[in-house]
């Protein structure tokens, strides 16, 4: 189901107008072998080149750390785009190991925009975050093989309270 999405995505994908619109990251945060950072950095060019302005990133290991960087490194050559930052939760990154903590820090301290969505860790503050940002989106980019989980979780979500199938698998 996932690729015959991504070709009917990339048929269409020459007649979209995503002029001043929104994306939104999910993925996962292990990395699998046959991941493409190079792919990913293309499809968030893509978006760039379709009109999107405006990225939110949740900010969790893995996809969405390196979404970000690749974002703020495409800032460097499209200053118009906006990296958002969504932070579930107070110290989110308290777990994370050293050289992702020291990631997560420059991201936020370079993002356009951090927002808190709450002051401590609650069960359930990660799918908010995830809502919250799908909320606010126009196009989904997933990086998502797997059927439960957070990405996964994110997916439904989003093709459930979207018009039109505007998710971008990777």
């Given at each position: 189901m996932q690729n015959e999405q991504l070709t009917i995505l990339k048929n269409q994908s020459q007649d979209l107008?995503?002029?001043?619109?929104?994306?939104?990251?999910?993925?996962?945060?292990?990395?699998?072998?046959?991941?493409?950072?190079?792919?990913?950095?293309?499809?968030?060019?893509?978006?760039?080149?379709?009109?999107?302005?405006?990225?939110?990133n949740g900010v969790a290991m893995g996809f969405d750390l390196l979404a970000a960087e690749y974002v703020l490194e495409c800032k460097k050559k499209f200053p118009h785009i906006r990296l958002i930052v969504c932070i579930p939760c107070y110290a989110q990154e308290k777990y994370y190991p050293e050289k992702d903590k020291a990631r997560y820090a420059n991201i936020l301290k370079d993002a356009d925009e951090r927002i808190l969505l709450s002051d401590h860790y609650y069960r359930g503050c990660m799918q908010n975050r995830d809502r919250y940002m799908a909320d606010r989106a126009d196009v989904l980019l997933a990086y998502c093989n797997k059927e439960t989980g957070g990405a996964a979780y994110t997916v439904r979500y989003f093709q459930k309270t979207h018009d039109g199938n505007m998710v971008f698998f990777i």
């Open positions: 107008d995503l002029s001043g619109k929104a994306c939104a990251f999910t993925g996962h945060r292990e990395l699998a072998a046959d991941f493409s950072a190079r792919k990913l950095k293309r499809e968030i060019k893509r978006l760039i080149a379709l009109g999107i302005t405006t990225f939110y």
